[in-house]
């Protein structure tokens, strides 16, 4: 406490909360001693004191949402705090909504606010991700190094049929009417490989963003996503024009009478 005094340290964070003491951690009495003791060192030394306490086994990954009740141990510690943070990685669901390949969900988290003594909660949260950054020390012989860095994140914007225009979309439909095109990315037909010749997007790079396209113009009714026998007799989602005519944008009644 004398050196961030000296030094003026304003924050100080522990990481892990854990290592700094050797108390009971299911006793609140004990753990609040301790909690009792980093408020001290707060106060002395008109710092900030951040503790980075890990979740119980039943929290996290997928087992369940991180809260504030989410900490090991005794709960003494998150009731002496005044703000508490909770870390959670991007679920399934989310990471579909998103687009984002399961396997790399994992890069992908978000910092909620669970706990605020002092000022308004929202309940709004703040997304990441962690990404790869070359060190630039590699040589003829070696590919160097790389480490992992955390970036803030912005979750995509839900994608409407407005970012198309008429002709455009009259483009897309007709060039569909033409043949067979299947819904699932994956499919050599894919009918996102229209919607990027006609747009001007990557099929491969862009295929989040066509995709959620695809859909927003399929909720819009201009497209429909129908189960076709193929070839050889399997089912698969084919990605077709919708049968039934469409109002002008706008809703019904919109244009002329």
């Known amino acids: 406490m004398d050196e961030m005094r000296r030094k003026r340290i304003d924050v100080l964070i522990i990481d892990p909360f854990v290592s700094t003491h050797e108390v009971e951690e299911n006793d609140n009495n004990k753990i609040q001693q301790v909690a009792n003791q980093f408020t001290r060192i707060a106060n002395e030394a008109n710092a900030s004191v951040e503790l980075v306490h890990h979740i119980n086994k039943a929290s996290g990954d997928g087992k369940g949402e ?3 009740d989410s ?3 005794a709960g003494a510690l998150k009731d002496k705090a005044r703000s508490v943070r909770a870390i959670n990685t991007m679920s399934e ?20 606010n669970v706990k605020s003594n002092m000022s308004k909660r929202s309940g709004h949260a703040d997304w ?13 012989w070696s590919s160097g190094d790389s480490v992992g860095v955390v970036e803030k994140w912005q979750w995509p914007s839900e994608t409407t049929d407005d970012e198309i225009a008429i002709e455009q979309l009259d483009e897309i439909k007709w060039r569909i009417g033409l043949g067979p ?11 996102g490989r229209v919607f990027g010749a006609v747009l001007g997007l990557d099929a491969k790079a862009d295929k989040r963003k066509i995709s959620r396209l695809m859909k927003a113009l399929v909720t819009a009714g201009h497209f429909a996503v129908v189960e076709r026998k193929s070839d050889r007799g399997r089912q698969r989602p084919m990605f077709e024009v919708a049968p039934d005519p469409h109002h002008p944008r706008g809703g019904v009644g919109s244009g002329g009478s």
Not at 128 to 140: F, M, P, W
Not at 182 to 191: I, P
């Open 181 to 191: 095109h299947g819904d699932n990315h994956q499919a050599k037909d894919w009918a």
């Open 66 to 68: 991180v809260t504030a």
């Open 128 to 140: 990441y991700r962690i990404v790869s950054v070359d060190l630039g020390n590699g040589t003829k």
């Open 93 to 112: 669901k989310e990471a579909e909504r998103a687009d984002i390949d399961l396997t790399d969900r994992f890069s992908y988290f978000r910092v909620t």
């Open 71 to 73: 900490g090991r141990g």
